[in-house]
Structure formats: structure tokens, C-alpha cells
């Protein structure tokens, strides 16, 4: 049960950043950051390869969520909280 909740929060974080991105009052660098975490995210490699004991998994589990932190502090509130709302199906 745990892990369907991790995806359902997961997919819903991934369409309020999709959101975000869109939004024109979002900075620009705020853009490029959250941009640059979701393609990392997906990317089919990684700047350190998952094979290599502990940094390959430690690369996932830093540089995304530090983008995604760094972008979020950038965004304005407001921004996020309508993004939220749009990506919960409320307006």
C-alpha cells in the first residue's frame, strides 16, 4: 500500500512541476532548474553511473531534490499553491 502512494504522490509532484514550468509568472531560472531535475529524473544515464557502489544511487538521491528545493525557494508561492490546485483537479 505504501508504495502506491508513493507513486500516486510522485505523479501528481511531476504533473504540479509540469504546471509550474508552464506558468508565465515562474522565473526563468526556476524554469531551467526544475526542467533540469525532471529530465535528470528520467534521463536513461547518469552523470555517475548506478554501478559504481554508493555514488551511483547518492547522484539520484541529491541532485534532484536539490534542484527541485533550489526551484521551489525561486518560485513565488502564490505560483505553486495554484499549480497545487490545478494539479489536484479543483479548478
Given at each position: 500500500m505504501a508504495i502506491k502512494n508513493l507513486a500516486q504522490t510522485f505523479k501528481k509532484e511531476i504533473k504540479l512541476y509540469a504546471l509550474v514550468i508552464k506558468d508565465k509568472r515562474t522565473p526563468h531560472l526556476a524554469k531551467i532548474l526544475?526542467?533540469?531535475?525532471?529530465?535528470?529524473?528520467?534521463?536513461?544515464?547518469?552523470?555517475?553511473?548506478?554501478?559504481?557502489?554508493?555514488?551511483?544511487?547518492?547522484?539520484?538521491l541529491i541532485i534532484v531534490p536539490l534542484l527541485i528545493f533550489i526551484a521551489l525557494k525561486l518560485i513565488p508561492t502564490e505560483v505553486v499553491n495554484d499549480c497545487r490546485i490545478m494539479a489536484a483537479g479543483k479548478k
Open positions: 526544475l526542467g533540469s531535475a525532471i529530465s535528470y529524473l528520467f534521463m536513461p544515464f547518469d552523470l555517475i553511473p548506478d554501478f559504481i557502489p554508493v555514488l551511483g544511487q547518492l547522484d539520484d
